[in-house]
């Protein structure tokens, strides 16, 4: 028996999908997720993913707003912001979940058994880390006072998620999106925290992080679930320190608080 022709519903919502999926995801969105999770989308609103949460945290925002001289000068480094943090995630191949006032969500599709999926993560925090840099650098020209410590704070986790159709936006709904916002609480300006369940998955890609020039060092953050603290990784990039450990010329020449080859447990600087 001949299979009958899509409804004119259908047709419509996978048209309707296509430019969400174009709003969100890389340029191969559609045959990344696979026939089966589309069909799910149109269907139910929602399908099961494995995915790569990173969630980033621009440090000061706020204060950095009430100092502006010009709030547009403000708005539009929002808006130069959150394109950066597009463009560099849909280059690696990932997607813009949302941006949140302060910060975004980014994550990407990690199926179980590919685990060279996992090295798109390390590559977009290493690119993303000196280009909201570029961008932060531009507010002081524009600010009557500017704080220490201000930048871009990221963190990371991996595991079952759902992707859901809410209105005409596509979110991720699921724990490593907790995880990941954890890690960013604990993380300074600069730096790149990861939970221990993506950080054992890394660890298992030492040989490419070796040649790539990254580290991926065992540590510990204090969260308000774990307050004695929780395992976790940070990753450390070539020609990239964190805000921590690189002081102002002005500011005096005093060591960073631990030496980066034994990192003391992190606290949240919240």
């Known amino acids: 028996m001949a299979e009958s022709a899509p409804s004119r519903f259908k047709v419509d919502r996978l048209g309707d999908l296509d430019a969400i999926l174009a709003r969100h995801g890389p340029a191969d969105a559609r045959q990344m997720l696979g026939d089966s999770a589309i069909e799910d989308l149109v269907t139910n609103r929602s399908t099961s993913v494995e995915a790569s949460v990173v969630v980033g945290d621009l440090r000061m925002s706020a204060i950095i707003l009430r100092e502006a001289v010009q709030t547009t000068k403000f708005a539009r480094f929002i ?23 302060d910060g975004f969500i980014a994550y990407w599709l990690t199926p179980p058994g590919q685990p060279a999926a996992l090295r798109d993560v390390p590559d977009f925090c290493q690119a993303l ?12 020209k524009t600010s009557r006072n500017f704080p220490v410590g201000v930048g871009l704070s990221l963190g990371a986790d991996s595991g079952p998620c759902e992707l859901v159709l809410v209105g005409e936006s596509l ?21 790149t925290l990861l939970n221990v369940y993506l950080g054992e998955q890394l660890a298992e890609q ?22 004695l603290g929780q395992e976790a990784y940070e990753l450390r990039f070539p020609g990239i320190t964190d805000h921590r450990s690189a002081p102002h010329p002005s500011a005096g020449s005093e060591p960073p608080t631990h030496p ?11």
């Not at 979110?171 to 730096?191: C, D, E, F």
Request: aromatic share 6%.
């Open 79 to 101: 808006v130069g912001f959150t394109e950066a943090v597009r463009s560099v995630a849909n280059a690696s191949g990932g997607w813009f979940d949302k941006f949140t006032g």
């Open 129 to 140: 880390l000196p280009a909201a840099d570029n961008l932060v650098s531009s507010l002081r």
């Open 171 to 191: 979110t991720l709904v699921g724990g490593p999106i907790v995880g990941a916002s954890r890690m960013v609480a604990g993380a300074n300006p600069g730096q």
């Open 206 to 227: 030492r040989e490419w992080l070796t040649e790539s020039g990254i580290q991926l060092e065992r540590t510990s953050v204090k969260t308000k679930e774990y307050p």
């Open 260 to 270: 980066p080859s034994d990192p003391a447990p992190l606290t949240d600087p919240r």
